[in-house]
């Protein structure tokens, strides 16, 4: 079965540091989505894009994060100046169709540490 | 607002013996429901998902769920657990009436399969 890849699988960095995660989707996907789990917590949704553009966004999406998909291929999510509580198991997801009723594909994570 | 909740942060069972593993929903129109599962390293994969229709799904695995309305819950089960099914388990749900076409992720709970 097709898999949604990320990278770094894991990512340390100091607060106030900028981090860009990557994801590539499935390459017939025009849904893209990222999400996060704090640990203990529930995932929780980041934003959806479609067509290069953001379709939806939850409140923790602030000015803070962005999403761009720089070529046809990769899915970034930028954080620009991290604080302690990004820290978090972030997952990129994909999908044929809107999130309605199509599966979701995701990604193995990557986890963000904030010292 | 669409919320779920997985009461158990972990479920043990012996093998051979049935599962359940418990998720609740809040919706104010009719609930979208779907149920993913994590292996150690991997993303989250679809197992199945409830629409319309027949009250009880079947889908990947062998694992099967039953829509409970008055209940309002959907509960993930498994006549006879294997050692290979211990993973995360999340449970997601839509509102129809959300204006949202993001599921909402529980925190999943940990399935534990003894030999």
């Known amino acids: 079965e097709p898999e949604v890849t990320q990278t770094p699988s894991h990512q340390v960095t100091q607060m106030g540091q900028e981090v860009i995660l990557r994801c590539v989707p499935i390459?017939?996907?025009?849904?893209f989505y990222w999400y996060r789990q704090i640990l203990g917590q529930k995932v929780e949704f980041l934003v959806s894009?479609?067509?290069?553009?953001?379709?939806?966004k939850s409140e923790i999406f602030d000015d803070q994060f962005s999403v761009e998909r720089p070529d046809g291929s990769n899915f970034t999510l930028k954080i620009r100046s991290t604080k302690l509580e990004d820290s978090a198991m972030y997952f990129c997801?994909?999908?044929?169709?809107?999130?309605?009723?199509?599966?979701?594909?995701f990604g193995s994570g990557t986890q963000l540490s904030v010292l | 607002a669409q919320s779920v909740a997985q009461p158990e942060d972990q479920v043990n069972v012996a093998e051979g013996n049935p599962l359940t593993v418990k998720c609740t929903y809040s919706?104010?129109?009719?609930?979208?429901l779907f149920w993913y599962v994590q292996y150690p390293n991997r993303g989250l994969q679809f197992l199945l998902k409830?629409?319309?229709?027949?009250?009880l799904v079947k889908g990947s695995y062998g694992f099967e769920a039953e829509f409970n309305k008055s209940q309002t819950s959907f509960h993930l089960k498994k006549p006879s657990a294997l050692v290979s099914d211990s993973a995360l388990y999340f449970c997601?749900?839509?509102?129809?009436?959300?204006?949202?076409?993001?599921?909402?992720f529980g925190r999943g709970t940990s399935l534990i399969v003894h030999p």
């Open positions: 997801a994909s999908s044929g169709g809107r999130a309605t009723n199509e599966k979701l594909f």
């Open positions: 390459s017939n996907h025009l849904y």
């Open positions: 894009f479609y067509n290069n553009e953001i379709s939806e």
């Open positions: 919706v104010s129109g009719n609930p979208y």
């Open positions: 409830y629409i319309t229709g027949d009250n």
């Open positions: 997601a749900v839509r509102d129809d009436r959300g204006g949202s076409y993001i599921p909402t």
